[in-house]
C-alpha cells in the first residue's frame, strides 16, 4: 500500500511583481534538487535566484541571485565530491560556490563555448554537463578547459526535452530524449563507452501527444514510463549493454495503465518499484489532481485535489513530494508499502517483494505464439533498423539447442549471450527458457550442475517462482543453500510447501556446507551472537525448581506486584546466546522474511520435526529478546526483520506444534520462559493501560476561567 501523509508548505515562490512573476507564472520552477543533507534542497525558480531549504525546519539556509539582466536556465545541483553548488545562468555562463559565498558576483566562473541543456550530480559520482547538442563532459574536465570544442551528437532540429541521471555501481549512466517533431528518440550514455546509443519511440496510434517522461534503472536495464494526454501511461525497457552505435533500433512501447480522463497537461514520476505518482487537471471539477499508483495490480492508492493551479510540476527526495502549489512550493511526505500478492493475502514481506513482476508473454513460452500481439499498426521509423538476418532470429533457438551439449565449463559464456540476444522484447520469456532448459539437463546428468549460471539468472530479477518451478526443488536435491536463499529473496511467489521445505532444510543441513558456502553474514552479525558453547534459552531455565503439584493440579504461578522494568528484568535476565551458528541464522532470516499466508503454511509446518521445532522456536525467541533489549520494532540489516514477522512466526509454530512441545520435556523449560515472559509483558501492558486513561480524563477536564490577574494557581486531582 501507498499513501499521502501530512503535507506543509515550505517556502513561497511569486515574492516578486512584474515581468519576473508572469515568467515563474508560465515556467513554474527550474527545479528541486537534493543538497548535501538528506533533508536540504536546492531550489531553482525561473528567474535569478538559487536557494537552499532545511525541509524539516522550514526555513532558507541561504540564497544567492544573479544580477538584474541575468536569467539562470538550468537548475542548480550540488557536487557532492568537493561540497560546491554549480548553476548555469544565460545558457553558457558557469558558476561554482560555496556555502560561505555570500557575494555571488565574486564566485568562480566560467564561459563555456557550448548552450548548456542540464548539469547532473549524483552521491559518488563525479557530476557532469548535457550540452543543447547532446555532448557530454564531466565537470573538472570542462573547468580545466572552458573553451574547449564542443561537439553535435543529435540531429538538426533536435530538441532535448527530458534527461535523467543514474548511478550503475560507481558509474553514472544518462539518459535523455529529444523531439524532432513528430518524432521521438532516446540516448543513452555510459562513461565506458564513447558513443551514445540512439533509439526511436513508436507515436501514439491514437495521436495522443507526449506529456511527460520517467525512469528507473535496476539489473542493467532502463525502465521508461511515459504519460500521454490520453491518459495512457505505457513503459519500454532499454537495455544498457553494449552495441553498434551506428545502428538504431526502436523500441517496443507496452501499456502499463490507464487513467481515468485524458489531460492536456501532466506530470509524472516513478517512487518506488511498484508505485508511480501523476499529476494531472480534473476537467470535471476544475482542479489538479495528485495521485500514487499500484502499477504492479494497477489500482488507486490514494489520491489529493488542489483548489491552486499547480503548474504540472513533480519532483520527488527522501520519500516527500515537492509540488508548485499557487504562490507556494507544497511539500507532501508519502509512504510505500512493499507490493505482492503474497503480502496481501497473508503475512510477511522482504526487502525484494516490492519488485514489480513483469507481465508474461505464456503463449510465447509455451511455443504458441512466436510474436506478441500488436496492439498498434506497424510504423517505418525515420531510420529503421536493417532486417533482422536468419542468423539474429535463431539466436534464442541455438542458445536453447546448445544447452545439453555444451561443456559444463562453458555454460557461463552461453548464458552471457542471452543479454547480447536481439530478443530484448522477450529477455524474461529467454532468461526462463534458459533456465528451465540448464534444470532439464540437471535432472538427465547428475555431475552437471552450473550454480554460477543460476545464480546469475536469478540476479537478473527476470526470474519468478511460477517460471521455473522445477528451480528451487533441484537446489534443495543438491543442498545448495545459497541459492536457494537468493531464490527467497528474490522471488515472491514462493509456494509456502516450497518455502517449508526450505526451512527444513535450513535446520538440519550440516555445518561444514555452510561454512564452505558463499554468504553475507555482515548484516546479520551485528545482533547474532554466538557462545562456545552455545547456552539456548531451554538448558538456563532446567536449573529452575518444578513448581509444587499437589493432586494433580499445580499452582498458580506467583506473580509479582510490580511490573516495572525490574520484574522484566527478572525475567529476561540478560540474552544468551544464539542457539544457532551465524551462517544459519543468515539463512532462517531468509525464510522469515518471505511472504507467506498463514493459511496455506500452517498444514506444511506441522511435518517439521520436534527437534527443529525446538531449534526455531528457541531461535525466535533470541530475537525477540533482542528486540526487547534495543526496544526496537525491527533488527538492523538488510533483511529489515520486524518484531511482527517474530511473533508471527512463533504463534504459527506453537499453533502447529502445541500437543507435541506441551508432551516433550525438551521443550518445557522454554515454554515456561515463554510463558512468564508473554505474564509479564501483560502486567507490563495493563499499567500502560492504566496511564492512559488517566491522561485521557485529564483531557475531559472542564477548566475553570482564569482570573483576570498576573497569574492562576489550578489544582488537578487524579484520584
Not at 537548475?75 to 558558476?95: I, Q, T, W
Not at 566562473?109 to 550530480?121: E, I, P, Y
Not at 505464439?369 to 496492439?375: F, G, L, N
Not at 509446518?605 to 534495543?630: F, G, R, W
Amino acid at each position: 500500500m501507498a499513501a499521502l501523509c501530512e503535507e506543509f508548505t515550505l517556502c513561497g515562490l511569486l515574492s516578486g511583481t512584474g515581468v519576473r512573476r508572469q515568467q515563474q507564472q508560465q515556467d513554474g520552477l527550474q527545479g528541486v534538487e537534493e543538497a548535501a543533507e538528506r533533508d536540504t534542497v536546492l531550489v531553482t525558480d525561473s528567474g535569478r535566484t538559487v536557494t537552499l531549504y532545511k525541509v524539516s525546519d522550514q526555513r532558507p539556509l541561504g540564497s544567492w541571485a544573479v544580477r538584474q539582466g541575468q536569467r539562470i536556465t538550468c537548475p542548480a545541483v550540488y557536487n557532492h565530491g568537493s561540497g560546491e553548488y554549480v548553476v548555469v545562468h544565460d545558457e553558457k555562463v558557469l558558476r561554482v560556490w560555496k556555502d560561505d559565498d555570500a557575494n555571488f558576483d565574486k564566485a568562480f566562473k566560467a564561459t563555456l563555448s557550448a548552450d548548456v541543456c542540464r548539469v547532473h550530480s549524483l552521491p559518488g559520482a563525479e557530476p557532469f554537463i548535457l550540452f543543447r547538442g547532446g555532448a557530454l563532459r564531466f565537470l573538472d574536465a570542462l573547468l580545466a578547459d572552458p573553451q574547449q570544442e564542443i561537439e553535435t551528437v543529435v540531429t538538426e532540429d533536435e530538441k532535448i526535452t527530458w534527461s535523467r541521471a543514474f548511478l550503475e555501481g560507481e558509474q553514472p549512466v544518462l539518459l535523455f530524449i529529444t523531439e524532432k517533431h513528430p518524432d521521438w528518440f532516446v540516448y543513452t550514455w555510459r562513461p565506458a563507452f564513447s558513443a551514445c546509443q540512439r533509439w526511436s519511440l513508436p507515436p501514439a496510434t491514437d495521436g495522443s501527444r507526449v506529456l511527460d517522461f520517467s525512469a528507473t534503472l535496476k539489473n542493467k536495464m532502463a525502465s521508461l514510463m511515459i504519460l500521454f494526454s490520453s491518459g495512457h501511461v505505457r513503459h519500454s525497457e532499454i537495455s544498457l549493454a553494449p552495441c553498434d552505435p551506428e545502428v538504431e533500433a526502436e523500441l517496443v512501447v507496452s501499456p502499463l495503465l490507464q487513467l481515468p480522463e485524458p489531460a492536456d497537461a501532466g506530470a509524472l514520476i516513478v517512487l518506488d518499484d511498484s508505485y508511480i505518482a501523476t499529476l494531472t487537471p480534473c476537467a470535471a471539477q476544475q482542479r489538479d489532481r495528485l495521485c500514487i499508483w499500484n502499477t504492479t495490480f494497477q489500482t488507486l492508492q490514494d489520491n489529493k485535489e488542489f483548489t491552486q493551479k499547480t503548474w504540472t510540476q513533480l519532483w520527488t527526495h527522501d520519500s516527500k513530494l515537492y509540488i508548485p502549489h499557487g504562490t507556494s512550493l507544497l511539500v507532501l511526505r508519502y509512504t510505500c508499502e512493499p507490493s505482492c500478492l503474497a503480502s496481501a493475502l497473508g503475512k510477511g514481506t522482504h526487502k525484494s517483494a516490492g519488485d514489480a513482476v513483469s507481465i508474461v508473454n505464456w503463449e510465447a513460452l509455451t511455443g504458441k505464439s512466436e510474436q506478441p500481439k500488436a496492439t498498434a499498426p506497424r510504423r517505418t521509423p525515420r531510420r529503421r533498423r536493417p532486417p533482422a538476418s536468419s542468423e539474429e532470429k535463431s539466436s534464442f533457438m541455438e542458445i536453447l539447442s546448445n544447452i545439453p551439449t555444451t561443456p559444463e565449463s562453458q555454460i557461463p559464456s552461453l548464458v552471457q549471450r542471452v543479454w547480447m540476444s536481439e530478443e530484448l522484447a522477450h529477455l524474461q520469456t529467454t532468461v526462463s527458457s534458459v533456465t528451465q532448459g540448464l534444470v532439464t539437463r540437471c535432472k538427465t546428468e547428475s555431475r552437471f550442475y552450473p550454480q554460477s549460471s543460476f545464480i546469475k539468472l536469478i540476479e537478473s530479477g527476470m526470474l519468478s517462482y511460477s517460471l521455473c518451478p522445477d528451480l528451487m526443488t533441484l537446489c534443495l536435491e543438491k543442498q545448495d543453500v545459497h541459492t536457494l536463499q537468493l531464490c527467497l529473496e528474490q522471488f515472491v511467489d514462493v509456494p509456502e510447501g516450497v518455502l517449508c521445505a526450505c526451512l527444513k532444510m535450513f535446520l538440519t543441513v550440516d555445518e561444514e556446507i555452510l561454512s564452505n558456502t558463499v554468504m553475507d553474514t555482515k548484516s546479520a552479525a551485528s545482533y547474532v551472537h554466538v557462545n562456545e558453547p552455545p547456552n539456548p534459552p531451554e538448558e538456563a531455565m532446567e536449573q529452575e525448581p518444578a513448581p509444587v503439584v499437589q493432586n494433580g493440579f499445580s499452582s498458580p504461578v506467583v506473580e509479582e506486584d510490580s511490573c516495572d522494568v525490574q520484574m522484566l528484568d527478572k525475567i529476561m535476565p540478560e540474552t544468551q546466546g544464539s542457539p544457532v551458528s551465524l551462517r544459519r541464522a543468515v539463512l532462517l532470516n531468509s525464510v522469515l522474511t518471505s511472504p507467506f499466508s498463514e493459511t496455506f503454511l500452517l498444514p506444511h509446518l506441522k511435518d517439521v520435526a520436534s527437534e527443529q521445532v525446538i531449534i526455531l522456536l528457541s531461535y525466535l525467541y533470541y530475537l525477540y529478546q533482542k528486540c526487547s533489549e534495543n526496544v526496537t520494532l525491527n533488527l538492523p540489516g538488510q533483511e529489515r526483520l520486524s518484531v511482527t514477522q517474530i511473533l508471527d512466526w512463533m504463534n504459527l509454530i506453537l499453533d502447529a506444534h502445541f500437543t507435541v512441545l506441551v508432551l516433550l520435556p525438551k521443550a518445557k523449560p522454554l515454554l515456561r520462559t515463554l510463558q512468564k515472559f508473554v505474564r509479564a509483558q501483560m502486567k507490563f501492558f495493563s499499567e500502560l493501560n492504566k496511564i492512559e486513561g488517566s491522561l485521557s480524563e485529564l483531557q475531559n477536564v472542564q477548566r475553570r476561567p482564569r482570573s483576570h490577574g498576573r497569574y492562576a494557581i489550578e489544582v488537578l486531582e487524579l484520584y
